[in-house]
């Protein structure tokens, strides 16, 4: 039996999320989606980002139904059983036929054929049963706001140590939900071609130069595939707008780009480097970022092949990314706790790196998109421990400055900071969760 595009595309980016390690969002923009329908790319999307969402609460429901262990399943056979019981237990103007028959003839063309009767009779078992929702829990625990919000319990303990239950749930609670696009635009008439081409914008929630898109596709505007627009969460942009001025910057982890366009923008005089380890994604920088003034070099960040003397210096490390859950769900169920250790060497080695290129008097940014300690602070006491030669400043200086410019609205300032450091927290602000530190070398 014929099946639905939606529902092939959604099985088969999910079964590389899970057997290859491959995130979400890459393959959702890459060339597999282009022979389907807009219709057909919405209901992928959905799909994908639905299950890797709620992908526990789906097992529990799953286990509940089978007879056998879910770690006993093959990966094909559990990730068409995922696909299904989102469907039947949150898409609810999707008959519960179709999403059952689609699901067992994607295991009968996995060649899981003898799993078919077995994979059926799951799925009408979560389909006829009756789902209660029950009160909220007055007195919430980690064990409580893991199993309601899909999260693993681990990750949730570390986040109601550091952040407090209240803020935890909050976190929670925002990653299962559809982040806000966010755009920085490079120049006043692309925004009116936006709007011409049925692209609707509001106004940022931190930043005044920032965009929200509310309607249309911003990825088929003409302004996004020439380079005029840039993805970019206003966090993101709140961290590039952070960094500052001067003659010479450089971008030590520059790929996508997407600071780094932000930076030539706020320096169109300056000259700036933007290093990439990889080259294929040094040459996705070249063609993302047009600026005239950006020299990009594939390079490791740890070796340079620079001269320093830099004013300003932004070091946003690779981390784990547990301030993008939202946009990356498919993280909360590979990261382990022993991965933070090992991410905490490479940045406090990188942070090192970084501090070396500063000019005297110049000043980096080191900056995550992890909620993380190990990630976070933890990194700036390793690196500035016993150091004369640098010295951590506090952000609330360059949050004021961009508070006197009309740059940042966000009216509670205070909530965007923790001691002398930034931190945006999912679900207190309506942006991905982000950390920066601004470090000084003493001239």
Not at 99 to 127: C, Q, T, W, Y
Not at 188 to 213: H, M, Q, T, W
Request: glycine share 6%; charged share 25%; with cysteine.
């Amino acid at each position: 039996m014929p099946i639905a595009p939606a529902r092939a595309a959604a099985f088969d980016i999910l079964l590389r999320v899970d057997q290859q390690g491959s995130y979400a969002s890459e393959l959702l923009h890459s060339g597999r989606l282009e022979s389907l329908s807009q219709g057909d790319c919405a209901l992928t999307t959905e799909l994908v980002m639905g299950v890797l969402r709620w992908r526990s609460r789906l097992d529990e429901a799953i286990a509940a139904a089978s007879s056998r262990p879910l770690a006993k399943l093959d990966p094909e056979v559990l990730t068409a059983l995922r696909l299904a019981a989102y469907q039947l237990q949150h898409l609810t103007r999707v008959p519960a036929h179709a999403a059952i028959n689609d699901s067992v003839e994607l295991m009968k063309r996995a060649h899981k054929r003898s799993a078919a009767p077995f994979g059926n009779a799951v799925l009408r078992k979560i389909a006829a049963a009756k789902i209660t929702p029950p009160p909220e829990p007055t007195d919430w625990t980690a064990a409580l706001v893991a199993r309601e919000f899909a999260h693993p319990q681990w990750l949730v303990e570390r986040w109601v140590a550091e952040y407090g239950v209240e803020r935890a749930r909050l976190i929670c609670r925002h990653d299962l939900q559809i982040p806000d696009v966010a755009i920085r635009v490079e120049d006043p008439a692309a925004e009116k071609e936006l709007n011409a081409e049925g692209v609707k914008l509001d106004r940022g929630a931190l930043l005044a130069s920032a965009r929200i898109v509310t309607g249309g596709d911003i990825t088929r505007a003409r302004a996004f595939q020439e380079g005029r627009v840039f993805i970019l969460d206003e966090a993101s942009q709140l961290v590039a707008a952070l960094v500052g001025t001067g003659s010479r910057l450089l971008d030590c982890c520059a790929a996508p780009g997407g600071k780094t366009a932000a930076l030539a923008a706020r320096n169109p005089a300056a000259e700036i480097v933007a290093a990439e380890l990889h080259p294929h994604r040094a040459e996705l920088l070249r063609q993302r970022v047009r600026a005239a003034n950006v020299q990009v070099i594939q390079a490791d960040a740890l070796e340079l092949p620079t001269s320093g003397g830099f004013d300003r210096v932004l070091v946003d490390v690779p981390c784990s990314g547990t301030g993008t859950l939202a946009r990356n769900p498919e993280i909360k169920w590979g990261l382990k706790p022993e991965d933070l250790s090992d991410l905490h060497q490479r940045q406090a080695a990188l942070l090192r790196a970084a501090l070396g290129q500063l000019a005297p008097g110049g000043r980096a940014l080191y900056s995550t998109c992890s909620l993380e300690r190990e990630e976070n602070e933890a990194v700036i006491e390793e690196v500035l421990r016993g150091s004369s030669e640098f010295a951590l400043r506090d952000c609330r200086e360059e949050l004021e400055r961009l508070r006197s410019t009309g740059e940042l609205v966000w009216s509670d300032r205070d909530s965007l900071l923790s001691g002398k450091f930034l931190r945006t927290i999912p679900g207190v602000q309506p942006c991905d969760g982000f950390f920066a530190a601004m470090v000084e070398r003493r001239g």
